[in-house]
């Protein structure tokens, strides 16, 4: 097949793992549009929130010189962020909530500030906006994600790839999140990957190293579910196998019009928000 980024199936952790959970989810998360904008669209969530903001500060942080890291309290820099999810947008329908999900993000902040480890090291950029890489360029299907944050270490010239959590969810022990961005990390940068963790930060502890998988089994397993992707998509199959889970109901609502529109965001999805408030914290419960 032509190698073509533009026709090319791209795929990430995210929407693989949207597909695994149900297919439907994936259709709606993926595919469809708004037909009124012909944006993607998403379902405005308290817990997507507290995530979103918190990565997009520890991003931040990332980009300020070593020597100038810690000038200003993490807790500080979201206050200049929260904006950006503060009210329906965020899914926050009442103030109290909102408060009680800010208090959080600055909690987890404040230990980062405090307890800072591998932040306080060297991190390493990757020159890409997007990274990615061909997973198959016979089936053209290309691998891509943002990785959180990759510690330099110094001493041996490698990296350590951190990502960071926000829920109370522990991932399982098979998650292809780590094992992902680890295929990442090794096309999209020289430097060898020797380390991987993740940082659960409302948890309040270091960073939990992983295992570092084989290479060929997980590209191998990757690119499986992909291809299975690739099929679904062709024949246009993406039913939800139990008829309405908890993963595709929520987003449901914006396809048959009972979910308002609350925003668009900086990257051109339309943020909804279900009218039945019971698929809002349905939908908090899995993420």
């Known amino acids: 097949m032509t190698q073509d980024k533009y026709s090319a199936l791209w795929i990430s952790y995210s929407s693989l793992s949207d597909f695994l959970n149900c297919p439907r989810l994936y259709y709606l998360k993926n595919i469809y549009r708004n037909p009124a904008t012909n944006n993607k669209v998403q379902i405005a969530s308290p817990p997507l929130s507290l995530g979103y903001v918190v990565h997009e500060v520890l991003e931040y942080i990332s980009t300020i010189p070593l020597k100038d890291r810690f000038k200003e309290p993490f807790p500080v820099i979201l206050s200049r962020y929260w904006h950006l999810v503060s009210g329906l947008q965020g899914g926050f329908t009442d103030k109290d909530t909102e408060q009680e999900y800010k208090n959080r993000a600055e909690a987890m902040l404040?230990?980062?500030?405090?307890?800072?480890?591998?932040?306080?090291?060297?991190?390493?950029?990757?020159?890409?906006?997007?990274?990615?890489?061909?997973?198959?360029?016979?089936?053209?299907?290309?691998?891509?994600?943002?990785?959180?944050?990759?510690?330099?270490?110094?001493?041996?010239?490698?990296?350590?790839?951190?990502?960071?959590?926000?829920?109370?969810?522990?991932?399982?022990?098979?998650?292809?999140?780590?094992?992902?961005?680890?295929?990442?990390?090794?096309?999209?940068?020289?430097?060898?990957?020797?380390?991987?963790?993740?940082?659960?930060?409302?948890?309040?502890?270091?960073?939990?190293?992983?295992?570092?998988?084989?290479?060929?089994?997980?590209?191998?397993?990757?690119?499986?579910?992909?291809?299975?992707?690739?099929?679904?998509?062709?024949?246009?199959?993406f039913k939800c196998s139990q008829g309405g889970c908890a993963y595709c109901r929520p987003y449901e609502q914006i396809f048959k019009g009972q979910a308002k529109l609350i925003t668009t965001s900086a990257r051109g999805v339309d943020i909804f928000l279900p009218e039945d408030s019971k698929l809002l914290e349905e939908q908090s419960e899995i993420l």
């Open 110 to 237: 404040s230990y980062c500030f405090q307890n800072p480890g591998p932040l306080a090291n060297l991190a390493v950029k990757i020159k890409l906006d997007l990274p990615h890489y061909y997973l198959s360029k016979k089936e053209n299907i290309i691998l891509c994600g943002k990785l959180d944050w990759l510690e330099y270490l110094k001493e041996i010239d490698s990296v350590h790839i951190i990502d960071f959590k926000t829920g109370s969810r522990v991932e399982k022990a098979d998650s292809l999140q780590l094992p992902i961005y680890y295929l990442l990390a090794s096309n999209c940068q020289h430097r060898p990957v020797i380390k991987q963790s993740y940082w659960y930060l409302n948890q309040k502890t270091p960073p939990q190293e992983q295992s570092i998988p084989n290479y060929e089994q997980i590209e191998k397993t990757v690119l499986e579910t992909a291809l299975k992707i690739k099929t679904a998509r062709k024949l246009s199959a």
